[in-house]
């Protein structure tokens, strides 16, 4: 059985930072793309960005420039370093990942919430 598990979520200010984490658990999986996805208040849930197992990153306009996605395969682990943070990026921030002969995968979530 594989979990994901999403934290660094919290209250921070416009203009402020956060990083969210995304470990993956379970040894010997092998994880293929793994995205990051948000649902802000009243709206569907989006994608923000993805990697590949190696190393490809894609963005959604919103997040290019701002926000940088990043692995760590030996831990199975996924990041999303998000800076100059808007209102508007208030949300549930949810870990996707594709893994070999396991299927699809999504976390918890964990909740971003930035003041103005």
């Known amino acids: 059985q594989v979990e994901l598990l999403e934290s660094g979520g919290g209250l921070v200010q416009a203009g402020g930072s956060l990083r969210l984490t995304c470990a993956a658990s379970g040894s010997g999986v092998l994880i293929h793309d793994m995205i990051w996805y948000r649902q802000c208040p009243g709206k569907q849930r989006e994608q923000v960005a993805g990697i590949t197992s190696g190393g490809h990153t894609r963005y959604e306009g919103f997040a290019k420039g701002r926000f940088a996605i990043s692995r760590d395969n030996a831990k199975n682990t996924m990041y999303l370093q998000m800076n100059s943070l808007k209102p508007e990026d208030t949300g549930v921030y949810y870990c996707?990942?594709?893994?070999?002969?396991?299927?699809?995968?999504w976390g918890q979530g964990t909740q971003v919430t930035v003041s103005s």
């Open positions: 996707y990942a594709s893994i070999r002969d396991l299927g699809q995968y």
